[in-house]
């Protein structure tokens, strides 16, 4: 199949975008629009400059598809698993799971992989996830990492909550195509939304850690009849015989609604990651623990109950969906990426999410054209107002390395490497010059060049730094406390979440007693506040 001309100017840019000094860069093409394909063109354009190239994926279905692909352009991988001492240096392309060369890496054979990894240019498939991290570590712990041309392959270059900076591991982003061009070029087909209820999210507990909604939490407002009976009513109603895939809130929510679709009639299958027996707590008297064992038991149950009606070796049950030889195949999150099946006519998202990576990895599953069943749209039902807090399918998304870390909007906060407030080189505790490049600003270490900060140095930097506005899609320069404007000293306790006393001291060290109520009544501050204000601040500085 020959490349389409967005594929051909995608590995012009790549090499552009390397040959500029950017070694570590990151491709950004839609679901559906051929990522696999571009980057193995790349390593048969590499290969034939005699260099080697090695492909990490972090699950086995993307694993078989990145060799599939290889083998497609007429090249031979070398596959690296968990039980190989040794790899065949005689081949050009590598590729192995994340997990398997992070355990390779900490062995006492750590020099040969330090080697390794020093002759190869990588790809990193779907490196928006963080199973990568420990890479870039490895590479910048033991010296090698501007040695190394790196290129990382996402449709969604997004992370959020308290997840690693992409900033931190690639120069730049190069975009392909956008999803609104790719519909209207045909390469992909768009979707007609419908919201089937919005159920009552407000009880939810957010995750700081994945920046996204916890799946026990969201299952208990899920796990409801009428909600079960809603999503058969909607499907009936909407696109009653469609071929289907359902997105679920964890797998005990994913085997009950298939349940639930078996008991009416349909056929219907569920791929979960196998469940294992609990262990009972060794003291049974802790009453969290055995809750946690309960709540595990009780899942394990339902899966052991089920698998042979409902699910089964999860090849076997994509193969046979493929065939048509079921409706519904329904899933948490192992179908969200790296899963083709041109033939769905319609997604269910069954969940709720604050994740636009996650929603428009979940409609991109639908998006695909199909000869077979020459589809020219497709239909996605979703639950939990997700459309209004994420947007369209087709919408135009501004994408950057950088992310607000913090629910409440807190800035990404970065300083340029080895570069004081006036723009002059800062001299390094090691002797290396700074690179320039925005790092984050708690690292004493550049990851990109190896600068090391002296502590004066760094303390520098971080004082008249800048902090990613995702707003503006860009930085913006992050002033010292003490010499921003009041209202700017407002606006930042509020971004941060300072507790009162914080403000209150901050005004009393610039204008004392009379300070704090000037400030307090233009707030409007109840009489009751602007006394207690001024007692904290007196009774913290008689100590």
């Known amino acids: 199949m020959p490349a389409r001309y967005y594929q051909e100017k995608a590995i012009v840019d790549i090499k552009r975008t390397w040959a500029s000094g950017d070694k570590h860069a990151l491709l950004c093409s839609p679901t559906g629009t051929g990522k696999t394909y571009i980057f193995s063109m790349l390593a048969k354009l590499i290969n034939e400059n005699n260099n080697k190239v090695f492909v990490f994926t972090h699950r086995k279905k993307l694993l078989d598809q990145a060799g599939e692909s290889f083998k497609n352009f007429g090249l031979n991988p070398f596959s690296i698993t968990s039980g190989q001492k040794r790899v065949n240096q005689n081949y050009k392309f590598f590729i192995g799971m994340t997990k398997t060369l992070q355990n390779r890496c900490n062995s006492k054979d750590r020099q040969y992989w330090i080697d390794f990894f020093s002759k190869m240019t990588i790809i990193i498939d779907e490196c928006h996830l963080q199973h990568f991290n420990w890479f870039f570590e490895f590479i910048h712990k033991y010296g090698i990492i501007g040695k190394i041309y790196i290129l990382g392959v996402t449709a969604t270059p997004k992370r959020s909550g308290k997840m690693r900076q992409l900033g931190l591991d690639y120069d730049s982003i190069i975009e392909t195509i956008s999803v609104k061009t790719a519909i209207e070029e045909s390469y ?26 916890q799946a026990k939490s969201m299952f208990k407002a899920f796990n409801k009849s009428k909600i079960y009976k809603g999503l058969i009513n909607n499907y009936e109603q909407i696109c009653p015989g469609t071929k289907t895939i359902i997105f679920c809130c964890n797998v005990e929510h994913c085997i009950k609604t298939a349940v639930e679709l078996h008991n009416s009639g349909y056929k219907a299958k569920y791929v979960v990651s196998e469940v294992a027996r609990p262990k009972i707590p060794d003291d049974i008297e802790d009453l969290a623990k055995m809750e946690v064992y309960n709540d595990r038991l009780r899942v394990y149950n339902l899966y052991f109950e089920t698998f042979n009606l409902l699910s089964g070796p999860q090849d076997d049950v994509l193969e046979r969906f493929d065939k048509n030889e079921f409706q519904f195949i329904l899933n948490v999150d192992i179908l969200t990426i790296g899963y083709d099946c041109p033939s769905i006519e319609t997604v269910i998202i069954y969940k709720k999410t604050l994740s636009t990576t996650l929603w428009q990895q979940m409609i991109g599953r639908g998006s695909r054209p199909s000869e077979i069943t020459g589809k020219y749209s497709f239909t996605v039902l979703y639950f939990g107002d997700n459309r209004t807090d994420l947007g369209e399918y087709d919408d135009d998304r501004n994408h950057s390395l950088w992310h607000e870390e913090s629910k409440g909007g807190g800035l990404a906060p970065v300083k340029n490497c080895g570069i004081d407030s006036k723009g002059k080189p800062i001299p390094s ?24 900060y002296t502590k004066k140095a760094e303390i520098e930097a971080e004082l008249n730094g800048f902090v990613f506005d995702e707003d503006s899609n860009g930085f913006v320069q992050h002033k010292r406390v003490k010499d921003m404007s009041i209202d700017e000293l407002l606006e930042h306790r509020a971004r941060k979440k300072h507790k009162m006393p914080w403000l209150y001291f901050q ?6 007693i009379e300070l704090i109520e000037e400030v307090g009544n233009k707030l409007k501050w109840k009489l009751n506040t602007i006394e207690l204000a001024k007692s904290i601040v007196l009774r913290g500085n008689s100590r």
């Open 188 to 213: 992909l087909v768009n979707c007609d939304m419908h919201s089937v209820g919005n159920v009552g999210c407000s009880g939810i507990n957010y995750d700081p850690l994945t920046g996204d909604l």
């Open 429 to 452: 505790e090691n002797g290396i010059e700074g690179c320039k490049r925005f790092i984050h600003a708690s690292l004493s270490i550049c990851p990109k060049c190896g600068y090391v």
């Open 507 to 512: 005004l009393y060290s610039r204008g004392g």
